[in-house]
């Protein structure tokens, strides 16, 4: 199997790996987040304008921050 194609197929999978982190981030946020203050709003913005940035400030900031808060 050539350089290129291995190179090719890691950069696939690791998109396919950081896709579905951010769907499933977006769906969390959209399913479970409070409206409150429109918490929910923001974060959906912050998702999906940067994408796998915001899905790990969402999962590694809010999320534990929102269980504590709401137990969800």
């Known amino acids: 199997m050539p350089v290129n194609s291995l190179i090719l197929i890691i950069f696939g999978f690791m998109f396919l ?5 951010w769907a499933w981030t977006l769906v969390d946020c959209l ?8 918490t929910r709003l923001i974060w959906v913005i912050v ?3 940067t994408y ?3 899905a790990f ?3 590694l900031i809010r999320q534990p ?8």
């Open 57 to 59: 400030l969402y999962y």
């Open 31 to 38: 399913r479970k987040e409070t409206d409150k203050g429109n």
């Open 65 to 72: 921050k929102r269980v504590k808060e709401l137990g969800r």
């Open 52 to 54: 796998i940035v915001g």
């Open 47 to 49: 998702i999906v304008f």
């Open 17 to 21: 790996l950081s896709f579905i982190l």
